[in-house]
């Protein structure tokens, strides 16, 4: 009984002293202890970019989206509450895009909407499945489309759109994030894109889905999606595309693979 006991503190100290170091090396490297449990489990079981990611790289995307959740207000709509791992999970999207950016958390838009399934908009008289409206600093997400987005990946994903148009009009909206995105790759990106979406309206490009050659901000989200989930056919469809928008986030999925 007695060596039970003393094996039992042994153990005891070592994992308290373990617990010490690791505290120690998330001061040291600036990381904050972040999200519970259960919410690392989620993201773990259902979030492939961050599986992907290298263990103290994994540490800082928890610790973004635990404060990414926490400066935003999730509101349900039609349902009846927004479960913590949903926010978990619709955090993570908007942390997976601006993950090459030091501290850019979509600070304009603090209010996330949740349906359960699409919803009808006053603003165009139509059913969507997600918007962003930055007249009331809003995102607003179907639930079941954000999830069959992440269920697979075929370049078509609701939150990585979304977050996409957020992030594009973060850049510009005055506040603290304001000009994040470099001035060049910009320019350049918009004299690629504006000659794929000739080539999209015109049916010669198969890569983009149709929708892509709608206008500059549309195309930027469907290049997102594809930038994330189908980064190699996109860097094969068009190189020089692909790494500027590379340059644009400030990170390259292909890398992660």
Same mark, same amino acid.
């Given at each position: ?70 400066? +935003?207000?999730?509101?349900?709509? #039609?349902? %009846? /509450? $927004?479960?913590?791992? !949903?926010? =978990? ?32 908009? +006053?603003?165009?008289?139509?059913? #969507?499945? %997600? /918007? $962003?409206?930055?007249? !009331?600093? =809003? ?119």
């Amino acid at each position: 009984m007695l060596w039970f006991l003393l094996i039992a503190v042994i153990i005891f100290g070592v994992v308290v002293y373990r617990s010490h170091l690791f505290q120690q090396f998330l001061a040291a490297e600036g990381i904050k202890p972040s999200l519970n449990k259960e919410e690392l489990y989620s993201l773990q079981k259902h979030f492939a970019y961050y599986r992907a990611l290298p263990p103290k790289s994994q540490r800082i995307f928890a610790y973004r989206v635990n404060r990414f959740k926490k400066l +935003t207000e999730f509101v349900p709509r #039609h349902m %009846g /509450e $927004v479960t913590s791992e !949903m926010e =978990v999970l619709i955090s993570a999207s908007a942390v997976q895009i601006a993950f090459g950016f030091a501290d850019v958390f979509l600070a304009h838009f603090d209010r996330i909407i949740v349906y359960p399934d699409q919803f009808f908009s +006053t603003a165009d008289q139509r059913y #969507h499945k %997600g /918007e $962003v409206n930055p007249a !009331m600093a =809003v995102i607003v997400i179907s639930w079941r489309h954000f999830v069959e987005g992440y269920a697979t990946e075929e370049g078509l994903n609701l939150g990585l759109h979304e977050m996409a148009h957020a992030l594009q009009l973060e850049n510009v909206i005055m506040n603290d994030e304001f000009g994040f995105m470099d001035e060049d790759a910009i320019k350049l990106w918009q004299g690629l894109a504006s000659q794929e979406m000739r080539l999209i309206r015109e049916g010669k490009s198969t890569f983009f889905r149709s929708y892509a050659g709608t206008n500059h901000a549309e195309f930027f989200a469907v290049a997102v999606e594809n930038f994330f989930e189908r980064p190699k056919e996109f860097s094969e469809h068009h190189s020089a595309l692909y790494k500027t928008l590379a340059d644009l986030l400030q990170q390259d999925p292909l890398l992660l693979r």
